[in-house]
């Protein structure tokens, strides 16, 4: 069964730089797509970026510019460059391997990590 988990959230401050990665073991991961997601207190869980299995990115409007997601299939883990931080980024970011067609909505993915917080506040 996969298992994702990730890391490097953390409190910054407005502007500041993050990179959260997220690990992969125990299931198939260079075959599906891959996708973080985010969610801010009283807030549902929203979409951030999503990364094909050809490398292929897409990203929320909310976040086109700032952030980038990659992936490194020999060490089985997917990434978010998160640049020009905003406080409305704070959230708890997750990932999640795709499953379903739409990759906007969270019931098209089947597995989903525990979740990094990121905090940006001055």
């Known amino acids: 069964q996969l298992q994702l988990v990730e890391s490097g959230g953390g409190l910054v401050q407005p502007g500041s730089s993050l990179r959260l990665s997220c690990a992969a073991a125990?299931?198939?991961?260079?075959?599906?797509?891959l996708g973080w997601f985010r969610q801010a207190p009283g807030k549902e869980r929203e979409f951030v970026a999503l990364?094909?299995?050809?490398?292929?990115?897409y990203y929320a409007d909310s976040v086109k510019g700032r952030f980038t997601i990659s992936r490194d299939n020999a060490k089985t883990t997917v990434y978010l460059q998160m640049n020009s931080l905003k406080s409305e980024d704070t959230a708890v970011y997750y990932c999640?391997?795709?499953?379903?067609?739409?990759?906007?909505?969270?019931?098209?993915?089947?597995?989903w990590g525990q979740g990094t917080q990121v905090t940006v506040s001055s």
């Open positions: 999640a391997r795709r499953s379903g067609s739409n990759s906007l909505q969270s019931n098209s993915y089947d597995y």
């Open positions: 990364i094909h299995r050809t490398g292929d990115t």
């Open positions: 125990g299931g198939p991961f260079g075959l599906y797509a």
